[in-house]
């Protein structure tokens, strides 16, 4: 069975700064999970498995699973734009299903057809009770002409 790396039972949301032993292991368990994973999806890129693009996210496993942590999904929507495995992960998803998106394989999240950038699960999503509960986990790559770091040129 594949592993996910879901959300623990964290103190963590009701403002006590206390982390049991066992959620420690778990934060450090989802941390793997996300490693390990980016170094093969990081294999599977070089090997040509992987079409199109694959930021991978190695290095900032840490800042997904204490976001996650820390989250009230009932009412914290998570939007990301890309390097979104670790999230999709870290959200829950299983790792068989990301794994096949990302090769472009029909049991992925969006049918293999989104890859790297464009992962999507209604599985992971917030049940808040209104009509328009947010997305808990969700990619959505921003264009690049919108997030241009030239500065504007001043007009005369």
């Given at each position: 069975m594949a592993r996910t790396a879901a959300k623990p039972k964290s103190s963590?949301?009701?403002?006590?700064n206390s982390v049991t032993a066992d959620e420690l292991r778990k934060y450090y368990r989802d941390m793997?999970?996300?490693?390990r994973f980016e170094e093969r999806a990081g294999q599977l890129y070089g090997m040509g498995l992987i079409g199109g693009f694959c930021h991978l996210y190695i290095g900032q496993e840490a800042v997904v699973v204490g976001m996650q942590a820390t989250i009230d999904s009932s009412r914290d929507?998570?939007?990301t734009s890309y390097r979104d495995h670790g999230h999709m992960l870290a959200c829950g998803m299983e790792s068989r299903g990301v794994m096949?998106?990302?090769?472009?394989?029909?049991?992925?999240?969006?049918?293999?057809?989104g890859g790297s950038m464009h992962m999507f699960s209604r599985s992971a999503t917030s049940t808040a009770a209104t009509a328009s509960s947010a997305p808990r986990c969700r990619s959505a790559p921003v264009s690049p002409s919108r997030t241009s770091t030239t500065?504007?040129?001043?007009?005369r």
């Open positions: 963590a949301t009701t403002g006590d793997l999970l996300i490693r929507a998570v939007v096949a998106e990302l090769t472009g394989r029909s049991g992925g999240y969006s049918k293999g057809k500065a504007p040129t001043p007009s």
